[in-house]
């Protein structure tokens, strides 16, 4: 009896602990009323990012718009622990699954008389993700990126040239399997 009371104090406080983390804490761009935002997620820069109705941010989710602006339309859904880094235009209805990396941004290489972070960086242009995009786990999306809309990336793939709309993609570098329609 006693010990079910103290585990309900211990599932409250937990409930406490790992609430959603409200929209408000933040300055953002643009931000619905509706966005949720969960625990120990990461957001730099939130006057550079823009997140439509019902997007759902998952734990450990971080956004770094850097020298750029991040946008996310309806109903997407960002998944635990990946990683939105530069200039990032995210459509509706779009899926990204655990521990994916979109990776904006390079930094310059052409020197070896200073280090690499001296050299200075830039990016090729956004990473757009049109809408109904699926992208499975563990991906990688380089610099300058458009994957198409209704395209699906397969798990553990590393995309380094744009994906035409409707095709089924993976791989490393990642190649069309097969297309939709
Ligand atoms: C890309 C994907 C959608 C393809 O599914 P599918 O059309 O059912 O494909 P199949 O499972 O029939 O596989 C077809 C072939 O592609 C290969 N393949 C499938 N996905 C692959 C991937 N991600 N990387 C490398 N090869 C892959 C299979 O090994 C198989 O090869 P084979 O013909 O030589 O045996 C799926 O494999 C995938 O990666 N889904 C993402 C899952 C995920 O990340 N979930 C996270 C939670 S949302």
Redesign the pocket.
């Known amino acids: 009896m006693r010990s079910s009371f103290k585990n309900k104090i211990k599932m409250k406080i937990a409930n406490i602990l790992l609430k959603d983390i409200f929209a408000e804490n933040y300055k953002f761009k643009y931000c619905h009323k509706s966005v949720s935002i969960k625990y120990n997620c990461s957001i730099l820069n939130s006057e550079k990012i823009s997140l439509s109705k019902n997007v759902k941010l998952n734990y450990g989710v971080v956004l770094q718009p850097g020298y750029w602006e991040i946008s996310v339309g309806e109903n997407s859904i960002i998944?635990h622990y990946s990683c939105l880094y530069g200039d990032i235009k995210i459509g509706s209805n779009v899926?990204i699954?655990?521990h994916v990396m979109l990776a904006g941004g390079y930094h310059n290489t052409s020197r070896i008389d200073i280090p690499i972070m001296l050299q200075g960086d830039g990016s090729k242009g956004p990473i757009v993700i049109e809408d109904d995009v699926?992208i499975?786990?563990?991906?990688v999306i380089m610099d300058g990126v458009t994957i198409g809309k209704g395209s699906?990336?397969?798990?553990?793939?590393v995309v380094t040239k744009d994906i035409q709309p409707y095709k089924?993609?993976?791989?490393n570098p990642a190649k069309i399997?097969?297309s939709r329609i």
């Open positions: 998944n899926m699954a655990p699926w499975g786990a563990n991906c699906v990336i397969g798990a553990g793939s089924i993609a993976f791989g399997f097969k």
